[in-house]
Nanobody
Framework: QVQLVESGGGLVQAGGSLRLSCTASGSIFSHNAMTWYRQAPGKQRELVAAITTGSSTDGSTLYGDSVKGRFAISRDNAKNTVSLQMTHLNPADTAVYYC???????????WGQGTQVTVSS
């Protein structure tokens, strides 16, 4: 079992920045991927950013097209924490942001409870 705790959401004006964090605990495998997704009201959940650790993929990142150049994902492996630095936020970024953990090669993944990000115009 893996538990994920997210923090850092809130209300920000357009053009502003926020930093989200997600800390994993429990049975953490050294080769894993931690991913941020988001879901806005009435829309499907979409991938925001992902980062891997372990083996040849260590530190590899992936970003959704809508956040490239504005968001940056990073991780602290010693603390099992992944962070999402969000800049140049706009109202379209308003959503509940979820942290996801998956051991590489495993069909099982885990989700955090979500944190609300609201960007006012």
């Amino acid at each position: 079992q893996v538990q994920l705790v997210e923090s850092g959401g809130g209300l920000v004006q357009a053009g502003g920045s926020l930093r989200l964090s997600c800390t994993a605990s429990g049975s953490i495998f050294s080769h894993n991927a931690m991913t941020w997704y988001r879901q806005a009201p009435g829309k499907q959940r979409e991938l925001v950013a992902a980062i891997t650790t372990g083996s040849s993929t260590d530190g590899s990142t992936l970003y959704g097209d809508s956040v490239k150049g504005r968001f940056a994902i990073s991780r602290d492996n010693a603390k099992n924490t992944v962070s999402l630095q969000m800049t140049h936020l706009n109202p379209a970024d308003t959503a509940v942001y979820y942290c996801n953990y998956a051991a590489l090669g495993s069909a099982i993944d885990y989700w955090g409870q979500g944190t609300q990000v609201t960007v006012s115009s």
